[in-house]
């Protein structure tokens, strides 16, 4: 299988809506393959500011939440959790 094409993965502070962070990939790479290294990347520029990081269902693995470092909300990892009760 052949992929085309380039993917972007951004940070975006809440506060301001700018993007403080970002990084571009192949389009076969898969957002959870990043999340680490755009962690570390926003940790350099902007680490006294960032305090929360709110992430979608394709970051959610506990790695992830590991290398943060952050307070982090699990809202879509709860709400996944109540539609497979549910």
């Known amino acids: 299988m052949f992929w085309y094409g380039l993917k972007g993965h951004r940070a975006v502070s809440t506060k ?15 957002d959870s393959k990043v999340a680490i290294p755009l962690l570390r990347k926003v940790r350099q ?4 500011q960032f305090t929360k990081g709110i992430f979608d269902v394709g970051y959610d693995y506990e790695p ?9 909300d699990r809202i879509n990892a709860q709400l996944n959790e109540l539609k497979q009760v549910a």
Not at 16 to 30: C, H
Not at 45 to 48: N, Q
């Open 16 to 30: 301001s809506q700018y993007i403080v962070a970002r990084l571009m990939t192949s389009g076969n790479i898969s």
């Open 45 to 48: 520029l902007i680490d006294d």
């Open 64 to 72: 992830i939440y590991n290398a943060s470092k952050l307070v982090v």
